[in-house]
């Protein structure tokens, strides 16, 4: 096992970690690059990365993390009033009551409980890269099941649906929001729309390394591109969407679709849990208590329609708790497609970033399991307290 050369510092105590990333970075690609951050009641303790070319500031697509981000500004209007949950989304969009969709309120859209997934034929690249073209897809679809009778996660679309509420009540995106009132107040690299200026400090994602017989063996499993699957996935566009390509286009990060574009580093996706829950750098946090709790609350769970046994949400974030049971149970966050993982434990008092710059082989990061074991039991050894 070649031994790649690790970056960063951590706090007294925290040397294990440091010691499964190593060992992490070594079992991939290591060149291709990884970051780890961690904060422990909001002061960081890990600060770590690897590979070429990379370091803290380096920033990469994150995916479908970019909802975590999304689903915090959803979070602060509904803790000034400015959103209610279960107000019908047809109140403030009257276009989105078309094709039975006119009781879907906010908080099917936030658990994945709308239906509304996808557009009968699909959606280009192009589309998928600008939100309000995507809400305009979106109004007249039929959902492609009873809403609210069950739950399946619509990757690339759900957040634009959250975002065309936002600027109908507002007059203002998410986007400007998110930059207005999180990211820059609290000095956040994660991006929902990368200005040209810090295109330097981006990194493109790597599709995984090639193996013919491994990959060939992986599509033969894949469902149909018009399957729920298919749909949730983007791959029912012609050409299917290139999913490496997607995060990897100007336009995209330009915009920063707010379901999958954003653009960041593990600084970034930490920063953003830690300020949510605790407040970082003497500012406070961005959430009270009861709004952490209302959206850490399980919501969705049990089987996804579309990511199956992989599901399991709360209010517009994963359910982490599910995810990683040493947690506490209502640890909340968002993975992405190309490997990132981010998510905030309010009881434990973590909160964790973790970016690759390399796609998984058939998207699967088991490396994720190790990594937030390691930043739980270091912070649980010191007997961490806020």
């Known amino acids: 096992m070649n031994r790649i050369r690790v970056h960063g510092t951590v706090e007294d105590g925290f040397e294990p970690v440091e010691e499964v990333f190593a060992e992490v970075v070594a079992e991939q690609d290591g060149l291709a690059g990884s970051q780890l951050t961690a904060y422990a009641h909001g002061r960081r303790v890990v600060d770590l990365w690897a590979g070429d070319g990379v370091d803290g500031d380096t920033m990469t697509g994150v995916y479908s993390s970019t909802k975590g981000a999304a689903t915090l500004v959803v979070a602060l209007l509904v803790q000034e009033g400015v959103l209610g949950l279960d107000e019908p989304v047809a109140r403030h969009w009257p276009e989105f009551a078309a094709a039975g969709k006119d009781t879907v309120t906010l908080r099917d859209v936030l658990s994945h409980r709308s239906g509304v997934i996808g557009v009968d034929g699909g959606l280009s690249a192009a589309e998928l890269a600008d939100d309000a073209v995507i809400a305009r897809r979106l109004a007249g679809q039929r959902p492609y099941w009873r809403p609210g009778a069950a739950y399946g996660y619509g990757g690339f679309v759900s957040f634009a649906m959250v975002g065309e509420v936002i600027r109908r009540v507002t007059g203002r995106s998410l986007q400007r929001i998110y930059e207005e009132r999180i990211r820059e107040p609290y000095g956040l690299d994660l991006y929902l729309g990368l200005p040209e200026s810090e295109e330097e400090r981006f990194r493109p994602i790597l599709w995984w390394e090639a193996d013919p017989e491994r990959e060939a063996a992986f599509w033969a499993?894949?469902?149909?591109?018009?399957?729920?699957?298919?749909?949730?996935?983007?791959?029912?566009?012609?050409?299917?969407?290139?999913?490496?390509?997607?995060?990897?286009?100007?336009?995209?990060?330009?915009?920063?679709?707010?379901?999958?574009g954003g653009v960041g580093s593990a600084r970034g996706l930490a920063g953003l849990y830690a300020a949510a829950v605790?407040?970082?750098?003497?500012?406070?946090?961005?959430?009270?208590?009861?709004?952490?709790?209302?959206?850490?609350?399980?919501?969705?769970?049990?089987?996804?329609?579309?990511?199956?046994?992989?599901?399991?949400?709360?209010?517009?974030?994963?359910?982490?708790?599910?995810?990683?049971?040493?947690?506490?149970?209502?640890?909340?966050?968002?993975?992405?497609?190309?490997?990132?993982?981010?998510?905030?434990?309010?009881?434990?008092?973590?909160?964790?970033?973790?970016?690759?710059?390399?796609?998984?082989?058939?998207?699967?990061?088991?490396?994720?399991?190790?990594?937030?074991?390691?930043?739980?039991?270091?912070?649980?050894?010191?007997g961490e307290r806020a």
Request: net charge negative; glycine share 18%; proline share 8%.
């Open 221 to 260: 499993g894949v469902p149909g591109p018009r399957s729920l699957v298919g749909i949730g996935y983007g791959l029912d566009g012609t050409p299917p969407l290139d999913q490496v390509g997607f995060a990897n286009t100007r336009g995209v990060r330009a915009n920063g679709p707010a379901s999958a």
């Open 278 to 382: 605790w407040g970082i750098d003497g500012r406070p946090p961005l959430l009270e208590p009861d709004t952490v709790g209302e959206f850490a609350q399980l919501h969705s769970v049990g089987a996804d329609l579309v990511r199956g046994d992989q599901g399991n949400y709360a209010l517009g974030f994963q359910a982490k708790g599910l995810r990683y049971p040493f947690l506490s149970a209502n640890a909340f966050g968002h993975d992405g497609s190309a490997g990132s993982e981010a998510f905030a434990d309010p009881v434990g008092g973590i909160a964790f970033g973790y970016t690759r710059h390399r796609f998984g082989f058939g998207w699967s990061y088991p490396e994720h399991d190790r990594l937030a074991a390691a930043v739980h039991a270091a912070v649980a050894s010191r």
